[in-house]
């Protein structure tokens, strides 16, 4: 499957953790950047949510770690929808080594579209609906 890239970064040594390991965080922060680009490719950019007084709020997120990262890999997202209901849209990101390809990390998000002003769930507009619906697919396995 052939998912847009969203996210490309290096692991740098003060990543690391006092346990020499990458840091959670670090991960958390580039899969937050790829869940954006994936969004504003639906529509829903920075300026269409100051306009419309609309936010995005992960309900959910679940991310499981496959292979261990290193200061100097170059990492590279992809990522995909994988349901869009009226007020919802789940997706998911592949965190991969750029240069092997190899699977080091997946996220899995539930996103709500919210009301900024009650503070509350509302619908996605139909044509944001339908680009994303046009991006819908199957992850492959982990």
């Known amino acids: 499957m052939d998912l847009p890239i969203t996210f490309k970064g290096m692991v740098y040594p003060w990543q690391l953790d006092h346990m ?10 580039m899969f937050d950047q790829s869940t954006w680009a994936l969004l504003a490719s639906v529509g829903l950019t920075a300026s269409f949510f100051t306009r419309e007084r609309r936010r995005m709020a992960a309900v959910e997120q679940k991310i499981t770690y496959r292979q261990e990262l290193f200061p100097g890999d170059l990492v590279e997202n992809r990522s995909g929808i994988v349901e869009v209901r009226d007020k919802v849209i789940r997706i998911f990101h592949d965190m991969r080594l750029a240069e092997t390809g190899v699977l080091a990390a997946r996220a899995e998000l539930v ?4 009301d900024a002003d009650a503070g509350r769930a509302t619908v996605l507009p139909a044509d944001i609906r339908d680009r994303a619906r046009a ?8």
């Open 135 to 142: 991006l819908l697919v199957i992850p492959e396995s982990l």
């Open 20 to 29: 020499g390991h990458f840091n959670v965080q670090f991960y958390v922060a």
């Open 111 to 114: 996103t709500v579209f919210v």
